[in-house]
């Protein structure tokens, strides 16, 4: 796979979690499909970032249908406001929107 993701050295591993898990767009996905990244894990949530076809995002945590990630955010200001955390919907009633990336050591650092 050559997914473009965050450099992992910017992005503090998450707790205690001996991996780090990393999710993509599912393939399946009509092409130019954006997933928007929300601040809380609901549809009425404020939209704070999103996910292109073709990059990947670190896990955090899952609940639900809803996945908690980081994200590098291109047009903070500051060095230290890049990197920044929201929520992913992972799938619908009709179709998964994220699959798990198999092997991250194959993914290419932006």
Known sequence: LD????DPAE???PGTLERQVWYT?????PDGAVLKIRQTPSMDSEVVGSL???YAVLTICLAREWA???YLDEEAEQEHERRQEGWVLRRTAKRELLVLVEDPEHLELL
Do not use: E, F, N
């Open 3 to 6: 997914i473009p993701m965050t």
């Open 11 to 13: 992005v503090p591993a």
């Open 25 to 29: 767009p599912a393939p399946q996905l």
């Open 52 to 54: 292109d076809m073709g």
């Open 68 to 70: 908690m990630v980081v």
